[in-house]
């Protein structure tokens, strides 16, 4: 049943694709000759055809006819670019093929512009409407969730978003989850009895979130699932690992299965070193008088240096300096020692929220985010990456966990997923199981969705 309703949302998604994709091409045709006259003409038909033939198979390749519940909206954008781009391209080269190109490359870019607007337009309010529907207690699904610590990050995100039309009726897990979990939603122990709940309880998904899992326990689980008939859905890192880094790599004519633990697609990396490049010496170049603004009211408010350099870990322990703004006092190291009773952060970091040793200026660079503006000279350095885990300190990564160092398999950026999600409000390990999940999942999309997340919080002034 699942299946089939996604299937038929998918179709009808499909549908409002091609047809949004013909009006811009006919919109495009009217503003190029200023009439109607060439809209059933021979070669307007045959493009028209190949826009329906072509945004029928794009549709779904880049996913832009599916409706996720949890999408955010930076996802949606990327998706109506691939979309519109990859088109546009094919529909050029079939206009070329077919000698069409008395249209001009002008037609196209327009055609494309008016697609993109309308798309997205209208992929935002369906989004829109269904999210505030959900908002109002419509249109929700009913949700249990089996879960140990490592299932924190999960619940908070799910009551924080009602918009998702996700209501927890119960969680089941150990009492460190009570600080997680609302006023509003019972926390259930480890031996309660799913079959009987589901049976007493209308329930429309049981998800599973867990770092480890008894084999028998799991099997139990999906049949009782199964038999009822509730959607099951389970999370574990091992998947990330079987999709994502697993390939057979040849020592002669001898297979291994080989699993690399940091992403391997040369491609989408060197177009990620090729977009940092380019943004960062853009951004150098653009904001140059801001720079120039930010120093001079650095100087005025306190005494010292413009820029602070710190030693970080870089890529694979690689040991670098990295550039900010100054946005405390000149002598904020040695006076650290006289307030690490006040750290705010669990695990090896150092934050406090009323720090005194920030300046007046430095509070407020430190909550637009503009502090950390110099580093795009890191990014240029090869040093780091826009989009990437946060580079930690020497002394951080000396206590480290096992586990907890496989964050410096990729290149540390500017903004990352801590970044957009809470900052201080994280607990340390959750921060560390984060960045794994980005370098997990990473790919261009992602850093496209948190660079525009980056772009938001810098906006609201969300920084600390």
């Known amino acids: 049943m699942l299946k089939e309703k996604a299937k038929a949302i998918g179709t009808i998604m499909t549908m409002v694709d091609i047809a949004l994709a013909l009006i811009s091409f006919n919109l495009a045709l009217y503003f190029d000759f200023g009439q109607l006259t060439f809209l059933y003409s021979k070669d307007s038909v ?20 599916i409706l996720y519940r949890s999408r955010p909206y930076s996802m949606v954008l990327f998706n109506c670019l691939g979309l519109v781009f990859s088109g546009t391209s094919l529909l050029i080269l079939s206009a070329w093929t077919f ?20 798309t997205f337009t209208s992929k935002s309010f369906i989004y829109h409407f269904l999210k505030r529907a959900r908002r109002k207690g419509y249109n929700y699904l009913n949700m249990v969730i089996i879960a140990d610590n490592s299932g924190r990050s999960f619940i908070r995100n799910v009551i924080a978003h ?89 020592f002669g004519t001898t297979p291994f299965l080989t699993i690399a633990n940091a992403p391997m697609d040369y491609i989408a990396l060197k177009s990620k070193d090729v ?12 904001l140059s008088p801001l720079f120039l603004g930010i120093a001079i009211a650095i100087k005025i408010d306190s005494p010292g240096s413009v820029f602070f350099k710190q030693k970080r870990v870089g890529l694979r322990g690689r040991r670098f300096e990295v550039y900010k703004f100054r946005t405390m006092v ?80 990729m290149k540390p950026g500017i903004t990352c997923i801590w970044q957009v999600s809470g900052r201080n409000n994280i607990p340390f390990e959750e921060w560390m199981k984060m960045d794994l999940e980005y370098i997990d999942n990473w790919s261009l999309k992602l850093d496209f969705v948190l660079f525009l997340k980056t772009i938001r919080t810098m906006l609201r002034g969300d920084g600390k």
């Open 162 to 250: 009602p918009e998702w039309g996700y209501r927890i009726t119960a969680i089941i897990g150990p009492d460190s989850l009570k600080q997680t979990c609302s006023s509003y939603v019972p926390l259930l122990p480890e031996n309660t009895n799913l079959e009987q709940l589901l049976r007493d309880k209308t329930i429309d998904e049981v998800v599973l979130c867990r770092d480890s899992n008894d084999n028998k326990e799991l099997e139990e689980t999906i049949n009782i699932c199964a038999d009822i008939g509730v959607v099951f859905r389970m999370y574990s890192p091992f998947f990330n690992m079987l999709t994502n880094r697993t390939q057979l790599h040849f």
């Open 99 to 118: 000698n069409l190109f008395y249209l001009g490359l002008r037609h196209f870019f327009v055609f494309a512009v008016i697609d993109l607007a309308l």
């Open 46 to 65: 045959i493009l028209q055809l190949l826009v329906i033939i072509i945004w029928t198979l794009l549709s779904s390749g880049v996913q832009s006819n």
């Open 330 to 409: 000149e002598n904020a190291e040695a006076l650290k020692k006289q307030l690490m009773d006040q750290n705010e952060m669990d695990g090896p970091v150092f934050k406090i929220t009323h720090d005194p040793r920030i300046t007046r200026v430095g509070r407020f660079l430190r909550k637009t985010s503009l502090d950390e503006l110099p580093q795009f000279l890191n990014v240029i350095r090869g040093e780091m990456s826009v989009v990437g885990p946060r580079p930690p300190l020497p002394e951080e990564v000396a206590e480290y966990e096992r586990w907890q160092l496989r964050r410096l398999s």
């Open 275 to 286: 977009f940092d490049f380019i943004f960062s010496s853009l951004v150098l170049v653009c």
